[in-house]
Every structure is written in structure tokens, then in C-alpha cells.
């Protein structure tokens, strides 16, 4: 996998866009220059099945108009059968190890971590790369966990984790730089552009802003 894929990831699903068109709030977050997206259809107000693989589909293309990787998130059905380019699961999914199984190899596997324990965990199952968080406070997720901070990324690197990460959780321009400053390959982010008044332009500031910090 291409660690250069993670510098700025864009989450979203229909319910993160506050009433906007996700595919038209996706176009612009590619216009403004992420580097990969994830498919996240989850929590109060999620699609139902049907509409979520309508959805699934036009965003998949959207992606490939971009040649961005798309991702899936949990549903590894759905990565499968829309030929995603690769799966993100969390801790009460099944193991990277058995999705791995399932999926075809050239498929990137990502895994959500907090401890030190789950990275090496997920680092023994396969996993491609890890998203740790929640970095800071958010309100995106109704149950994440306490933020880890900074720190939850220095440890896990001085622990020996050499896999790729990305940050999760509360980030936007202004702290996006101290993820990688800190250990991570890159920002994995929901509202700062979902919820942008402008998400190209969101996007574009993050991207420069990634751009210019020198990273592990
Ligand atoms: N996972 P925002 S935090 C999807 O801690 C997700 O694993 C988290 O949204 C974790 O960028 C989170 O708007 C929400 O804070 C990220």
C-alpha cells in the first residue's frame, strides 16, 4: 500500500453532509485534493440498504473519475461486490485476519485502534494500516471513545508500530499538522470537510497545509 494515500483521507456518509448532495460534497472534496475516501453509512439517520448501495456505487465512480481510493467502511460485503479498493474495520468487527480471507489481496485493509495492544493486534492480523482515535473531542461519532491525543500516536510508535496510520477524530486545519508531526502518515477527517461552507476550498487548505509538514 501507498502510505502517500492516507496523507488526507475523507470520511462521509449521506448524514454528514448537513442536507447537502454527498456526491456533489464528494466532487468537491476531490477537486480540493484528498487523497482517499472512505464510504461511512453509519449511525442516526444511516440509509437504508438499498438507498446505501445506490449511493455506494456513485460514489465508488466518483472516485475512480479522481483515481482516488475508495474505501469501504465495515461492510465487507459491499467492499467486495463494488470492487472497493479496500475495507475499514473496527474493534467489533471480525479480524482483519478473517476479512482478509474473504477479500481479494490487492484490497487495503484498515483497522481502528486505540491501545497499544490492538495496534499489535491488528498489526499480527494483517492489517495494512491502522486509523487511531479519537484524537480529540468530536462530535461526529455518537459513541466514540476518550481522546487519546497526540501521545496515543507517539506511544504507539515508540512501541515499535511501523505500520501506516492515521489519525481520526476532531481534526481540522488547525491541528492536522501535529498528527503527522506526531507520527502519522496522514489525517483521516469527517465534518471539517462534510460540514465545510465550502468543502473544496476546506480541502484545499488541508492538503497545503499537509503538504508543508515533513512527516516520519
Ligand atoms: N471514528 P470528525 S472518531 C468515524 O475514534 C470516527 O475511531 C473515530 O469525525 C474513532 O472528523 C470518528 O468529524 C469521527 O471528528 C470523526
Same mark, same amino acid.
Given at each position: ?38 464510504? &461511512? ?72 485502534? &486505540? ?38 500516536? @507517539? &506511544? ?47 480541502? &484545499? ?10 512527516? @516520519?
Amino acid at each position: 500500500m501507498e502510505k502517500q494515500m492516507l496523507k488526507l483521507y475523507f470520511i462521509m456518509g449521506s448524514n454528514n453532509t448537513g442536507g447537502r448532495e454527498p456526491e456533489q460534497v464528494l466532487q468537491e472534496a476531490l477537486q480540493g485534493g484528498i487523497t482517499c475516501f472512505q464510504f &461511512r453509512e453509519k449511525g442516526k439517520g444511516a440509509l437504508p440498504e438499498e438507498e446505501k448501495w445506490k449511493l455506494g456505487r456513485k460514489l465508488k465512480a466518483k472516485c475512480a473519475e479522481f483515481h482516488v481510493p475508495f474505501i469501504v467502511n465495515d461492510d465487507v460485503d459491499m467492499a467486495i461486490r463494488l470492487e472497493a479498493d479496500g475495507i475499514h474495520i473496527g474493534q467489533e468487527d471480525d479480524p482483519a485476519s478473517k476479512v482478509k480471507e474473504r477479500c481479494p489481496s490487492r484490497m487495503v485493509i484498515g483497522v481502528s485502534v &486505540r491501545t497499544i495492544e490492538e495496534a499489535h493486534q491488528a498489526a499480527a492480523d494483517g492489517a495494512d494500516y491502522l486509523g487511531v482515535g479519537p484524537m480529540f473531542a468530536t462530535d461526529t461519532k455518537e459513541d466514540a471513545k476518550a481522546p487519546v491525543g497526540l501521545e496515543g500516536i @507517539r &506511544r504507539l510508535r515508540a512501541e515499535g508500530i511501523t505500520l501506516p496510520i492515521v489519525g481520526i477524530g476532531g481534526i481540522d486545519v488547525s491541528n492536522a499538522a501535529e498528527i503527522v508531526e506526531a507520527g502519522a502518515d496522514g489525517v483521516s477527517l469527517i465534518s471539517a470537510i462534510s460540514l465545510a461552507d465550502a468543502p473544496e476550498e476546506a480541502a &484545499r487548505n488541508l492538503r497545503s497545509r499537509l503538504d508543508g509538514v515533513s512527516g @516520519r
